[in-house]
């Protein structure tokens, strides 16, 4: 679902790349923790899925396509393939919550009826039936965040990204948000893709963990935690 090829990022400036020679693959209905420290790479890692910015090197495939040699008005596509979270959950805090994730639907064409049932739906899946008419800022930061979850999920994308969804959030708060994640990636199986700083979370969640340490690829463990051991052969080569 998302192919990484000796993928190295190098922005202006002297320094290290963001990203050097990094290969790694995800498969369909995974769920992958991307750790590593502050500055490791891990949203440029998320910025080049979405063709936010682009490889200096390598390539980067997305559901089989080459994201790099996408013609640009084909871009608006491949991002409606990816549901993305983030940390400080971006609502539009003059809408409502219903009117949030419909907006979600409306930008992406389809009709008001397609939106009349899809939104009560996701929002009831998110555990926010009733909430349709509250504001942003009436809410709690954890019904915040399972609004942007409705919004990014509604589209049914193949892809969410979750850059640090958890954050913001308390512990109790942060494994509600977990415990929905998981769910939506076992019942649709939406491929996850989840940067984090949270150690407890990817200690207790154990799945799929790579990890960054300046640009490099220095772990990619099935089941690990936080803090296992870096491989001994980078990229696995
Ligand atoms: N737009 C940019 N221009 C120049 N350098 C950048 C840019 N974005 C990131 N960098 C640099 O690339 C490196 C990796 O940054 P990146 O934001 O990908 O790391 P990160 O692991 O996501 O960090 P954090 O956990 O703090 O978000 C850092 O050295 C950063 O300063």
Known sequence: MIRF??????????????????????EK???V?????????KSTALRLILR?????D????????????????????????????????????T???????AFAMQVTGHSRKEIRRAVPETLEMVGLQGKASRMPDELSGGEQQRVAIARAVV???????????TGNLDPATSNDIMTLLERINAETDMTVVM???????????????????????????AGGGYGGRPTTTPQGV
């Open 52 to 56: 936010e910015t682009r490889p200096s």
């Open 155 to 165: 589209n049914e994308p193949m892809i969410l990204i979750a850059d640090e969804p």
């Open 29 to 31: 209905g995974e769920f």
């Open 33 to 41: 923790f991307l750790v590593g420290a502050s500055g490791s790479g």
């Open 195 to 221: 940067a984090t700083h949270d150690e407890s979370i990817v200690d207790r969640y154990r799945k799929r963990v790579i990890e960054l340490h300046q640009g490099r690829l220095v772990r990619d463990e």
């Open 95 to 101: 809408k409502s919550v219903g009117e949030n994730v």
């Open 58 to 93: 390598g390539r980067v495939y997305v559901a089989g396509k080459e994201i790099n040699r996408l013609a640009g008005w084909k871009v608006p596509r491949l991002r409606r393939q990816i549901g993305t979270v983030f940390q400080d959950f971006r609502l539009l805090n």
């Open 5 to 26: 090829e000796k993928v190295t990022k190098a922005y202006p400036g002297p320094g290290k790349p963001a990203l050097d020679s990094v290969t790694v693959e995800v």
